[in-house]
């Protein structure tokens, strides 16, 4: 049997075309673990119109990552046989426009690795060619970097590399699981967005933190500049040796 999984460069191509007219129309979008990035949260809410809070309610479970104690939050499919996505319907995706960095990508996979001297990241790329998924066999030819640009996914991998940064922070200079309290600030800062800003602006003088001073300002009216204001407070606040007094 073929392997399922072929790394390609970003300049090499693939056939794949997804559409209604496919017979596994939807067959994707259930029985998954679909994690969402705090990223995702953000675009989600946004296109819903809803506050990040009510969101999170609504659609999304939270974990606790074994190991690291960091919050892993995930689309609640449905607890029916099939098992769907909150946002399958019928016709397709109804959050197409928002949907999730790992919807945007599939079929393909990406994964990054830092270079140990440099700390420059360098992207890697893989077809997967599940059996069910039948976009293979027709459409036409695409590079790698072809489809991350049809897919507009840049912004979201921009977005989830400074929280991979993050992360990479946190196993080197706070090993080990978070306190509870300490989970909940991080869940509360990088994926309760609406709630940050309450408590971020609220504050008469706020925080000294590490962010470029054009972010601070644009966090304002922002979302992705505040989310990038709330991964800083996160890394001086709960994951340094000895955190900034809060
Ligand atoms: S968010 Fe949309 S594309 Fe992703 S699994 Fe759900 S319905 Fe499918
Ligand atoms: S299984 Fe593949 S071709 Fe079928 S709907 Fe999903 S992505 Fe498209």
Redesign the pocket.
């Known amino acids: 049997m073929k392997n399922p999984v072929s790394p390609l460069d970003s300049h090499q191509t693939f056939r794949f075309t997804c559409s209604p007219q496919v017979t596994c129309f ?1 067959a ?2 259930r029985d ?1 673990n ?1 994690v969402l990035t705090p990223y995702d949260v953000l675009c989600l809410k946004q296109f819903l119109n809803i506050s990040s809070n009510d969101f999170l309610d609504t659609y999304t479970e939270d974990n606790t990552g074994p190991g690291s104690g960091l919050p892993v939050v995930s ?1 609640r499919f449905s607890d029916a046989e099939d098992l769907t ?4 319907t019928d016709a ?5 426009p928002a ?2 960095a ?2 945007r990508t599939y079929p393909l996979a990406r994964r990054v690795s830092r270079h140990r001297e440099t700390g420059r990241l360098t992207e890697h790329w893989a077809l997967i060619r599940e059996p069910h998924c039948l976009g293979f066999n027709k459409g036409q030819m695409q590079t790698v970097d072809e489809w991350v640009n049809d897919q507009q996914i840049a912004t979201h991998n921009r977005m989830n590399d400074m929280l991979l940064e993050l992360i990479s922070f946190k196993n080197r200079f706070r090993p080990g699981p978070l306190m509870p309290s300490e989970k909940n600030r991080v869940y509360t800062a990088l994926y309760d967005l609406d709630a940050f800003r309450d408590a971020w602006f609220k504050e008469d003088s706020p925080l000294a933190i590490n962010t470029n001073i054009q972010t601070l300002d644009r966090s304002k009216t922002s979302d992705p500049d505040l989310l990038i204001v709330a991964m800083d407070w996160i890394r001086e606040t709960v994951f340094t040796p000895n955190p900034a007094k809060t």
């Open positions: 939807n994707c979008c998954l679909q689309l996505c909150p946002f399958v397709g995706c109804r959050v197409y949907r999730p790992s919807c």
